[in-house]
């Protein structure tokens, strides 16, 4: 395992996920506790068994670094937070790591077979910046996969708690949005904050790297009673996956 190294430059949203690092190491690494578990069986398929390089951009404490490695990656870990990447290598995540701004990362041109931003760029203030320099460490016939909230679940919520429940839009679904909120389950709290953002904009940006959109899938949770709560989100989509591959050049 190499230690992690160091490449960070204060982004907008450093500071707040500095601050919540601890709340989010264990919100994520409480296994069955996010709704990522009820989802990560039908990622691990989307995403597909592999053998070559994946970056894990944006790992946090590293759940889908592990996954990646379980499937057969050889996996690199980077974050902007220096707590996440530690917590990611406590946890033998990733056989690499580093700690570094995703607009800025430490790689070489066309170094991955695989990147992976899972529920990230939605934290990130410039989305296009990041976008470029992902589609520069990814291999001419790699690919890129992308995991965000849904934009239009982004932009609503349920009228109540009954499965049947109409789903609400709230303001515009249109444009950009920063936005603040605080969840409580179990006796653990999670502040977040981040951009919520057009499909358009998120597919913009893609263009603007050169990237073509090549697979787009609306998950739904896996039907258990462990997930008895989600299943109204199998009427309104929670993530929007995609999967993007540079242009020939």
């Not at 989010?24 to 409480?30: L, P, R, V």
């Not at 789903?167 to 936005?179: D, I, K, N, P, S």
Request: with cysteine.
């Amino acid at each position: 395992m190499t230690k992690p190294t160091d490449n960070l430059r204060v982004a907008p949203d450093h500071e707040h996920w500095s601050r919540v690092a601890h709340q989010w190491i264990e919100w994520a690494g409480t296994p069955n506790h996010d709704v990522y578990w009820a989802y990560r069986e039908s990622l691990a398929a989307f995403i597909g068994p592999g053998n070559g390089r994946a970056l894990d951009a944006g790992c946090g404490e590293g759940r889908v670094s592990r996954d990646l490695r379980s499937i057969g990656y050889h996996v690199t870990a980077s974050d902007t937070v220096a707590a996440m990447v530690e917590a990611a290598a406590r946890t033998d995540s990733a056989h690499e790591y580093a700690v570094a701004d995703m607009a800025s990362l430490p790689f070489s041109n066309e170094h991955f077979d695989l990147v992976v931003a899972y529920n990230v760029l939605m934290d990130v203030a410039n989305l296009t910046a990041a976008v470029k320099e992902l589609k520069r460490v990814l291999r001419s016939t790699g690919q890129l996969m992308i995991s965000i909230v849904h934009p239009f679940a982004d932009r609503g919520q349920f009228a109540n708690t009954a499965p049947d429940a109409a789903f609400v839009l709230q303001g515009t679904y249109f444009g950009e949005q920063r936005f603040e909120g605080a969840e409580e389950r179990n006796g653990l709290k999670m502040d977040f904050a981040g951009w919520s953002r057009s499909l358009e904009i998120y597919a913009t940006a893609l263009e603007k790297a050169g990237l073509a959109i090549t697979s787009i899938r609306e998950p739904v949770p896996t039907e258990s009673d462990q997930w008895a709560a989600l299943r109204k989100w199998t009427r309104v989509p929670l993530f929007l996956w995609l999967k993007a591959r540079p242009l020939a050049r």
